[in-house]
């Protein structure tokens, strides 16, 4: 939780502050994030908002939408959709069928998608629509018919030039939702290439890292459906091997072991995994990373902080290092740790400190 850019000790306090400041005119806009499971907690009975920005329900996977989050999210998505104020905006991922598909295009909606050739955005941009996508590496928008450019994604660094996928589509839903708000052109411009990531605030949420001309990222275990969205976008961060590093996975249900093994599998590399894993669990990833064409070479570790060592100890020119942090908070300070320390920078000081 921040105010004007001041970090603040806890959340529903500093949120009530917020609210307050926003009424009395204070603050000129309040932003608040939260998952589907927590939807249902929204402010009283009745309470509407301006703008609602509807991210990702299922990633266009039908093995996940017969899960219970999936229908606990979908109830929530239809309470979301009638809190929009009467003169307010919908912002929805086109590119997440089951969030955008609406044969009314109701003018509130306001898409965003990565190619203006998705079957859902070519639709509402031919009715006139609003929108956002990413045309020759550059945002673009299209409000009342009228179409207009608004950054480069090579000048977007938190996105790696529009590698990282979902790092676009964050950056197209910031264009959107800032477009509802008013915002003029050159002032979001100047906020998407000012972005920088701070993966201490937000660990486990792919945090990417440079050492050397390797890379690191940190993500979370999560299931097949939304795992191979940052595979993807792992893949595309370098040309050499793909280490990855993962623990026993207590979260995810015992039938996408295997798949999940087949996914970090792919491409061959290096597979490490570590903690205590149940026979049948350990017995369902290996058999799933072997089922490639070129199965990885699997390793094993005691623990999550022996595992993401092990696997910096090995990283080459071009690779590429996933971990599925059980612990993210710890294993991003332990990553920055050990990058402080092989920077030439440190390690010249600790020369110079040995010589005196």
């Known amino acids: 939780m921040e105010i004007e850019g001041e970090r603040q000790r806890g959340e529903l306090g500093p949120w009530s502050r917020a609210l307050t400041r926003l009424a009395a005119g204070g ?6 994030e939260l998952d589907w499971a927590t939807v249902q907690t929204l402010g009283a009975h009745g309470s509407t908002y301006p703008v609602v920005a509807l991210v990702n329900l299922c990633a266009n996977n039908e093995a996940c939408m017969i899960t219970p989050e999936t229908l606990q999210a979908r109830r929530a998505l239809r309470s979301l959709c009638g809190r929009v104020s009467s003169n307010g905006r919908l912002v929805l991922n086109a590119d997440d ?3 955008s598909e609406d044969p009314d295009d109701a003018p509130d909606r306001y898409l965003v998608g990565i190619s203006a050739e998705a079957p859902v955005l070519r639709r509402h941009l031919q009715r006139g629509g609003d929108a956002s996508w990413v045309a020759d590496s550059t945002i673009m928008i299209q409000e009342q018919r009228r179409t207009q ?4 994604s090579q000048s977007l660094r938190w996105t790696r030039g529009g590698d990282i996928p979902f790092a676009m589509q964050n950056a197209l839903l910031a264009t959107a939702i800032a477009r509802c708000c008013g915002l003029p052109q050159r002032l979001i411009a100047a906020g998407l290439a000012s972005h920088e990531a701070r993966p201490e ?3 486990g949420s792919f945090n990417v890292f440079d050492t050397g001309s390797a890379t690191i990222v940190v993500d979370r275990p999560m299931p097949p459906w939304f795992l191979r969205a940052s595979l993807r976008a792992s893949v595309n961060l370098g040309a050499g091997r793909q280490v990855r590093v993962v623990g026993s996975m207590a979260e995810i249900v015992d039938d996408d072991i295997s798949e999940i093994g087949r996914l970090l599998g792919r491409n061959g590399g290096v597979l490490i995994l570590h903690g205590t894993w ?5 017995e369902r990833i290996r058999h799933g990373a072997a089922a490639n064409q070129v199965p990885p070479i699997v390793l094993q570790a005691p623990d999550e902080r022996s595992a993401v060592q092990q696997a910096m100890a ?3 020119s071009d690779d590429v290092m996933l971990v599925l942090a059980e612990d993210p908070a710890a294993t991003v300070r332990l990553i920055q740790r050990r990058l402080r320390q092989d920077s030439p920078a440190e390690r010249s000081a600790n020369g110079a400190a040995k010589a005196s």
């Open 278 to 282: 149940d026979t049948a669990r350990m």
């Open 314 to 316: 090995i990283l080459r």
């Open 201 to 203: 605030t937000m660990p």
């Open 27 to 32: 603050l000129d806009v309040a932003l608040q």
């Open 149 to 152: 450019s608004i950054v480069s």
């Open 97 to 99: 069928f089951a969030l």
